[in-house]
């Protein structure tokens, strides 16, 4: 299959339902919960890795933090280079792969989130990228991966949805789960104006066990799972798996 990751056309389509106005509003909330929960303080190293179009890279700006945000998608890049803007911070924005972005102990703190984790066909490319979280991280670092949660998705799983929006656009959603319940195949279709769109799209779902397994094979010395950014407890009736693993000192 295609990799829909990489196609701009896919991002340009689904972008104004993918990040409303109200899920920027929410990054500053957000960071903050995130900055309680990892016990990072101002004016240390961020990356935010697959950043998208900045909506948490520009918050952390805000607050005093030197900012690294990278993604795949020069779409996404150029929303996120006019936010900072908007916004009058300075932020160091990157076009690169995931897989390959390296800098060794150069960050205080890292964070991927809103399902960016485990796009790739390969479960390797996955801990090729937990290998490198780890390496760019100071010591004593934290690493913050927020993903959707197998053990949620298990139970209200449907095959099909759809979507109304203000603008009478509808989105349509099916899905299937394949390769025994280790990945999650989605096909969206956009009916607008009398045209439709479709994408196919694909990535891994981990369990809690899963992940942290994975992050400490990666060298992360320490992980803790949480069922949100505030660190409530994680289990089979949270939405979100947000795994924050440490560097060790």
Request: charged fraction near 30%; proline fraction near 3%; hydrophobic fraction near 40%.
């Amino acid at each position: 299959m295609r990799d829909w990751y990489a196609d701009e056309s896919f991002w340009e389509a689904f972008f104004p339902y993918m990040f409303p106005d109200d899920r920027f509003d929410a990054a500053d909330s957000q960071v903050e919960s995130i900055i309680k929960l990892t016990r990072v303080h101002g004016g240390g190293a961020v990356l935010d890795l697959c950043c998208g179009p900045g909506r948490h890279a520009v918050a952390f700006a805000l607050k005093g933090f030197r900012v690294t945000g990278v993604d795949l998608s020069s779409f996404l890049l150029a929303k996120a280079r006019e936010r900072g803007r908007g916004a009058s911070v300075d932020v160091e924005w990157i076009e690169g792969d995931m897989r390959t972005f390296s800098r060794p102990g150069a960050y205080d703190l890292l964070v991927n989130l809103f399902t960016a984790f485990g796009y790739f066909d390969d479960p390797e490319d996955d801990m090729t990228v937990l290998r490198h979280m780890y390496a760019n991280l100071a010591p004593g670092g934290a690493c913050v991966i927020d993903v959707v949660s197998k053990e949620w998705l298990s139970k209200v799983f449907t095959p099909a949805s759809v979507d109304e929006y203000e603008d009478g656009t509808l989105m349509i959603q099916r899905r299937e789960i394949v390769d025994d319940w280790t990945r999650i195949r989605n096909q969206w279709i956009l009916l607008r104006d009398g045209r439709s769109r479709s994408f196919t799209l694909e990535h891994t779902i981990y369990s809690g066990r899963e992940l942290k397994d994975r992050m400490l094979q990666a060298g992360f010395g320490e992980v803790n799972l949480y069922g949100d950014y505030e660190g409530n407890a994680y289990g089979r009736d949270t939405k979100r798996l947000v795994a924050v693993g440490r560097k060790r000192v």
